[in-house]
């Protein structure tokens, strides 16, 4: 039984579908489609339901992805095992901000692809949050607070943001100085999301309001320079403002809670060696001496 086979089939059940497994693999679709009427063959048994929609397991699918998914991860070890010291081969598909992903990330993935000259590095910089499973991504860097979900993540360093408004807007509007004054404050923001303030030891969570919304962090900088509202921003988006003035802090009685760096990889038993020296990587370029701030 080739592993590569079982490997593509954990791949397409994973991604419940050809065309995603195709993706994550570096494979054409035909590649993916040979393999699997390969194995079922072997096997003698159907293990994918293919419909215009994707592709579902069918009851014997299920029991043998598990044990296809156990088998793969212990090749994986084996190679890692007797693979020469520091070499990694194969592609790393991963999803960063764009907000710092161009900035701060992108000189850390440069630096792998040049100490590993036979791994193949492919970045996609996006703001949104990606499905990595449906997508075809390895893992992700994001940051910030992580909402619940099935992935794994490895926190590889702090970051800090600040409360924070033009001078205009102050001029106008006032001050904001305690949670119960920020919420009657236009917000320029993301969407609908909360913003949490330390009170003492204890978090708490506002919700604002405003009516200027963007996906990305640059965007929310260029309309809090504008004097359109309050913002909550990552200190290293704004240092630069925050020196000219051209960007005043405040809330500082309730200061934004120390927030995280993190690799989020989908779940699985063994995390893949190229993930685990990228994330040693981060770790030693944004650990607790080199935040993010």
């Known amino acids: 039984m080739d592993i590569e ?65 156990k ?10 095992a007797v693979m020469p010291a520091g070499e990694l081969r194969g592609r790393l598909r991963i999803t960063a901000p764009l907000s710092f992903g161009p900035t701060h990330f992108a000189p850390v993935l440069a630096d792998l692809a040049t ?18 499973i449906a997508e075809g991504f390895d893992c992700a860097i994001r940051v910030g607070n992580l909402p619940d979900s099935n992935l794994l993540a490895r926190r590889v360093g702090p970051i800090y943001a600040k409360y924070v408004a033009a001078p205009s807007y102050l001029e106008k509007h006032g001050s904001p100085e305690t949670p119960e004054q920020l919420v009657t404050h236009q917000a320029v923001m993301q969407g609908t999301e909360t913003w949490p303030a330390m009170d003492g030891d204890k978090v708490i969570s506002m919700r604002p309001n405003g009516r200027f919304k963007a996906d990305n962090g640059v965007a929310l900088v260029a309309a809090a320079l504008a004097g359109i509202g309050v913002a909550v921003l990552p200190v290293a988006l704004i240092q630069e403002h925050l020196d000219t003035g051209a960007l005043v802090p405040v809330m500082r009685r309730y200061p934004v809670p120390e927030l995280g760096v993190f690799v ?9 060696r190229k993930i685990r020296v990228l994330t040693e990587m981060l770790i030693e370029c944004f650990g607790v001496h080199e935040a993010v701030a």
């Open 5 to 69: 086979d079982l490997r593509t089939f954990v791949e397409v059940a994973d991604a419940r579908g050809v065309t995603p497994a195709a993706r994550r693999l570096g494979i054409s679709k035909s590649i993916v489609s040979r393999r699997l009427v390969r194995l079922e063959a072997e096997l003698g048994v159907q293990l994918l339901s293919r419909t215009t929609r994707g592709a579902a397991l069918t009851e014997a699918g299920v029991t043998f992805r598990d044990h296809a998914a």
């Open 71 to 80: 088998v793969a991860a212990e090749i994986d070890l084996a190679k890692d």
């Open 115 to 132: 100490r590993h000259p036979q791994l193949h590095v492919h970045a996609s910089y996006t703001d949104r949050i990606v499905d990595l």
């Open 264 to 272: 989020v990889r989908p779940p699985g038993q063994h995390p893949q």
